[in-house]
């Protein structure tokens, strides 16, 4: 469409990581950080850049250091704060906890239970509060607010439930939090394909029919929310009244020759 023409994306690396869910893996947007769970350990990859021009080299990472955690049964999702200060993990369902980490000194700040199974979180654009998603789940942790309660050294994380109203026996697969304008409201797919919209009252205010078998991911920008549909379908919204904009085209299939199939064009019956 017009209002994608002048964007084009290339795929420059390929990461030795296959992820379970949208959270497995998290990206620092200030500095190009890397981090992805490897059992009860956070892993912690810093991109080699080109001191000219401060371009990612695309063809090294380097390992910047392995933090290792208190989940014993292994870590499902992993977020970076927007501000670059933390990390907040989830531990497996048995796991049951939810830690927000000083990634740098390697210390847990705050902590408390989750009695769900989880598969994504998410910092607000303020890095306030940070939201997580789930087997009927979608829960508001305030970090502000826990740490005025702090007991010596331990904060306990200040949470509250979303309020799912019609809803509330969905699966969230995926949780994003608004920018810019919308940085107040929260997003959310369910693996049924619906796309939901919780405003600043952790209310549910609002979906949408993806229109597909399953969802499983979803990025939020200032001007559009992109949600990964089945078969790999992403279609395209707007974040101020969840209004459908488009489908982006489908990627090729790997091994794809672009020049072979550019002169050979199927025929379709």
């Known amino acids: 469409t017009p209002l994608f023409r002048e964007f084009q994306v290339s795929l420059e690396k390929v990461l030795g990581i296959t992820t379970a869910s949208s959270s497995g893996l998290t990206c620092d947007p200030n500095s190009g950080l890397i981090a992805y769970p490897a059992g009860c350990v956070i892993v912690l990859l810093h991109p080699k850049r080109n001191k000219q021009s401060h371009i990612i080299n695309s063809s090294s990472f380097q ?9 014993k049964y292994g870590v499902s999702c992993v977020a970076f704060s927007t501000n670059s200060c933390y990390i907040v993990s989830v531990g497996y369902q048995h796991d049951m906890t939810v830690s927000v980490w000083d990634w740098r000194k390697g210390s847990i700040i705050a902590s408390n239970k989750v009695s ?6 998410s910092f607000s654009q303020d890095n306030s509060y940070f939201v997580t998603a789930g ?5 508001f942790w305030y970090l502000d607010a826990s740490k005025e309660r702090r007991v010596n050294s331990t904060v306990p994380l200040i949470g509250r439930s979303g309020l799912l109203g019609d809803h509330k026996n969905s ?3 995926g ?10 409201s929260t997003y959310c797919i369910t693996s049924s394909g619906l796309l939901c919209l919780f405003n600043s009252s952790r209310q549910l205010e609002a979906w949408v029919n993806l229109k597909t078998s399953s969802a499983s991911c979803l990025a939020v920008s200032e001007d559009f929310i992109f949600c990964g549909c089945a078969d790999g379908l992403i279609r395209v919204f707007s974040p101020s ?13 790997l091994g794809v020759d672009l020049t072979q199939s550019a002169q050979c064009t199927p025929r379709y019956l």
Do not use: E
């Open 63 to 71: 390992l910047q250091s392995v933090r290792s955690t208190s989940h």
């Open 116 to 121: 769900s199974r989880v598969f994504a979180v």
């Open 135 to 139: 087997n009927r789940h979608v829960k």
């Open 171 to 173: 699966v969230f697969s």
């Open 175 to 184: 949780v994003t939090c608004g920018r810019g304008l919308m940085a107040s």
């Open 241 to 253: 009244n969840l209004q459908y904009i488009t489908t982006l085209h489908r990627p090729h299939r």
